[in-house]
């Protein structure tokens, strides 16, 4: 998913604040559900970020177009691994590893089989 850095992005410095990488990777999970036209709340349950590990290489600035790659690294029962990063062109801004839980009525449960097609996507569009 590509994304254009905007000063509400920005710090004084016209340079991406470092949680809104966070944002920009939120945004690229949940657009694979929206571009399917569903939503990743639904009556079977929902992801909650159960762990991350992130990693800062270069900024982003103003203006800046970037683009989220996201990959699913590994399928558990009831979690998902997943690895994000932030490029500009050729250049790694970001990269994490975060760990989703799925849950329904408060409490992990199993994946359904109906969203590992959306969470396919992960591994064939940004």
């Known amino acids: 998913m590509k994304i ?4 509400e992005d920005t710090d004084a410095a016209g340079i ?35 762990g991350l590990q992130a990693d800062y290489y270069e900024p982003a600035k103003l203006g800046d177009m970037v683009e989220v790659e996201t990959k699913l690294a590994e399928r558990k029962r009831a979690s998902i691994r997943l690895l994000q990063r932030v490029v500009r062109e050729d250049t790694l801004l970001f990269e994490m590893g975060i760990r989703l839980a799925f849950v329904k009525e408060g409490r992990p449960a199993k994946i359904p089989e109906s969203l590992y097609s959306i969470i396919s996507l992960w591994n064939s569009e940004s």
Do not use: D, M
């Open 4 to 7: 254009r850095v905007y000063y």
């Open 16 to 50: 991406v604040y470092y949680a809104n990488y966070l944002k920009f990777c939120e945004r690229a999970r949940s657009e694979i559900f929206f571009s399917a036209g569903l939503s990743p709340q639904t009556e079977e349950g929902y992801f909650v970020v159960k």
